[in-house]
């Protein structure tokens, strides 16, 4: 069912809208503009080479199987932290959202100066799902804790076992949740770059970055950022095509009561003897390379005004990037949600294309765009924020959207027979309701900033150092244990948006 707010709201509601789509859609035009300076001829014979075939089926074959495990490895652990008689759980429950605050490339780092073995396929898929598990592992268990446990105690009671209850009620009702989080994961993938370079597996995202490097802004390279925006449409086709049409608000969050658990039995040993090798992977290793790095490397050198400075600055733009690019979703979701149509999943639709892109396709979108229209911007803080709200709009989207769809429309309607007009609609009854989705947005959101890498070295003002760039810098020069200290603060930048997330996704109702 379509709601409308006023005729006087939706139109400006739908300006705004298209303006965000619009500026997502900036590296998407400079892609096709860039790639038709080839010919049709030389294209195909750029693409039909074997070297573009064995990519493919490099970034194909992480995609599948980075996605699936992520999806398995999150679903899991979320269920058995919410649904069963696991002995301390909402320890568990920190521990498993923890990897949220070890970026992927420090994630690589850690394993592959323990370890040159993970410089592999199985290694990558490793890595990745390790690092990204934690976005389908939030909103799962958000969603049941939402999901009301009468429904899965009837099919039991009608005699359906653990597994059945679970494949028939519960993973049809936290669908949404799994599919969002699944998402994120897959346009993660695609623009990984800095992780799958130190773990020395070839992607498309890898390719581009070494063709720009040797032909700076050459068109063989958009052309395979181009690829990398097919594989994007893919996913979000089947991810609408999952998700479906069916309502999912409820109105009120039923009542209060205590889950009755899942007993494990016998199992109960082996579930804490996975989470526990579970969480020694994902943090263990990582952290204990980076002590001895830190602690060993011959070239540690800690510049403390180095360091808070590049920690000033990273925190700065993890917070205004964080507020600017969940303000940006807002409407974004309020059209897709509350009028349904070609148009407005259009525009939702727009906002994830760049995702798929590395970050340095958007930054020369918007250097291109900047010097040629608006010459004043190029090399200020707004263009790299413009920058940051093009590469992470998709997660604060899928996180208000998640809570936005909770939301019965009703309560809108009833507010607007009392005399509320549009906007105080919104800030009165639903943004109030929403603020959880929000916040989760933001801290997502401000996670991606504080470790985005390629963007930030092209778009950056002259003289601004992130912890990421500094780490990428010592690292890449193999100079690991001056890398170890920047690593360290990224970690500890992070925990606070990691911890928030996982306040949020413990809230019951």
Not at 117 to 131: K, N, R, W
Not at 261 to 288: C, D, H, M, S
Not at 309 to 326: F, S
Not at 337 to 360: C, D, F, K, N, Q
């Amino acid at each position: 069912m379509t709601i409308r707010t006023s005729s006087r709201s939706t139109p400006a509601l739908l300006l705004v809208g298209l303006a965000i789509a619009g500026l997502a859609l900036v590296p998407l035009g400079y892609v096709l503009w860039t790639t038709a300076e080839l010919g049709r001829a030389e294209a195909v014979d750029f693409l039909w080479r074997p070297r573009i075939g064995e990519l493919l089926w490099n970034t194909s074959r992480l995609l599948v199987a980075g996605v699936l495990t992520s999806a398995v490895v999150g679903v899991a652990g979320a269920w058995v932290v919410e649904r069963t008689d696991v002995p301390g759980r909402g320890w568990w429950h920190g521990l498993l959202c923890a990897p949220l605050a070890v970026p992927a490339f420090v994630n690589g780092f850690g394993w592959v100066s323990t370890t040159h073995a993970v410089q592999s396929y199985p290694g990558a898929v490793m890595v990745v799902t390790l690092s990204y598990y934690p976005l389908v592992y939030l909103p799962t268990v958000a969603a049941l804790r939402r999901l009301d446990p009468a429904v899965e105690e009837v099919a039991t009671a009608l005699g359906k076992g653990p597994w059945q209850v679970f494949l028939r009620v519960t993973l049809p009702a936290i669908s949404p949740a799994v599919l969002g989080g699944a998402l994120l994961v897959g346009l993660h993938l695609l623009a990984e770059y800095g992780a799958l370079q130190l773990l020395n597996y070839p992607t498309l995202t890898t390719a581009i970055l070494q063709q720009y490097a040797t032909v700076f802004n050459g068109p063989e390279a958009t052309l395979l950022a181009l690829v990398l925006v097919t594989f994007c449409l893919l996913l979000l086709g089947i991810e609408l095509l999952l998700r479906g049409r069916r309502p999912r608000s409820r109105v009120g969050a039923g009542a209060r009561r205590e889950f009755t658990p899942i007993r494990l039995g016998r199992a109960r040993l082996p579930v804490v003897a996975g989470l526990g090798g579970l969480a020694l992977w994902a943090l263990g290793v990582p952290l204990a390379s980076l002590v001895r790095w830190l602690v060993r490397g011959t070239s540690t050198g800690i510049e403390g005004g180095e360091l808070a400075e590049a920690l000033g600055n990273t925190l700065l733009l993890a917070v205004l990037a964080g507020l600017l690019t969940t303000a940006a979703a807002v409407p974004v979701v309020w059209l897709a949600v509350r009028h349904r149509g070609l148009v407005t999943t259009a525009i939702e639709r727009s906002v994830y294309t760049a995702s798929a892109m590395p970050g340095i396709v958007i930054a020369l979108a918007l250097v291109t765009v900047s010097i040629r229209a608006v010459p004043d911007l190029y090399q200020t803080l707004a263009l790299l924020l413009a920058g940051y709200l093009i590469l992470f709009l998709p997660r604060a989207v899928v996180s208000v959207r998640g809570t936005f769809e909770l939301v019965p429309p009703g309560l809108e309607e009833v507010a607007r027979s009392l005399g509320c007009a549009g906007a105080e609609v919104a800030r009165r009854v639903t943004l109030p309701l929403v603020v959880p989705g929000l916040a989760a947005g933001a801290a997502l959101v401000a996670l991606a900033v504080s470790t985005e890498l390629t963007a930030t070295l092209l778009l950056a003002p002259i003289g601004t150092d992130t912890l990421a760039t500094k780490f990428w810098s010592d690292a890449s020069s193999i100079a690991y244990g001056a890398a170890a200290p920047y690593a360290l603060a990224l970690i500890v930048l992070s925990v606070p948006s990691t911890w928030l997330l996982a306040r949020l996704s413990s809230r019951g109702h």
